[in-house]
């Protein structure tokens, strides 16, 4: 039986540091490596740095996507079904979907870490959370369903209540 090859809709790339696409708000910086169009929708890559005294998301989880954190510089505190661990450079974090978890930079100094996510999606979520947050006159919103419907459109869920 012949191997079946999965092409990309890219056929390889290569950045230089600080490369890549960036959004930015509230502090955060995410650069994006590859994303789902250049990868036929199988990943998304990104580097994410968080400002001193991050607090993060709040707790959430994804029907579909797994995430893979791998810290950079500074420390990252993750949250994986309620259980905290702070990592620092080389630190590693594996989530897969369904499990409630968070992340958040509790240091006096930048966390900046590199995120893979499968399959992509995510990418859009982050463009679209930004402008959000520049059309909000405050954050978070006064009206959260905006951002609850945002969520949801990229397979991100708060937790069930208790």
Do not use: C
Request: charged share 15%; glycine share 10%; aromatic share 10%.
């Amino acid at each position: 039986m012949p191997m079946s090859i999965n092409r990309s809709a890219h056929a390889g790339q290569v950045l230089a540091a600080g490369g890549g696409d960036a959004v930015t708000a509230l502090g955060v910086v995410i650069t994006f490596k590859t994303t789902g169009a250049q990868s036929a929708g199988q990943f998304l890559t990104l580097e994410y740095t968080a400002p001193p005294h991050f607090s993060g998301p709040p707790l959430h989880w994804h029907k579909v996507t797994t995430e893979i954190f791998y810290v950079l510089e500074g420390s990252l505190t993750v949250t994986i079904d309620g259980q905290s661990t702070t990592v620092g450079p080389g630190g590693y974090a594996f989530i897969s979907p369904g499990v409630v978890h968070g992340f958040a930079n509790q240091t006096d100094a930048p966390a900046r870490y590199f995120l893979i996510a499968s399959p992509a999606g995510l990418e859009d979520y982050f463009a679209e959370m930004t402008e959000l947050i520049k059309d909000e006159p405050s954050w978070p919103p006064k009206d959260m369903g905006k951002m609850v419907a945002l969520m949801a459109r990229y397979d991100t869920f708060a937790p069930p209540a208790e």
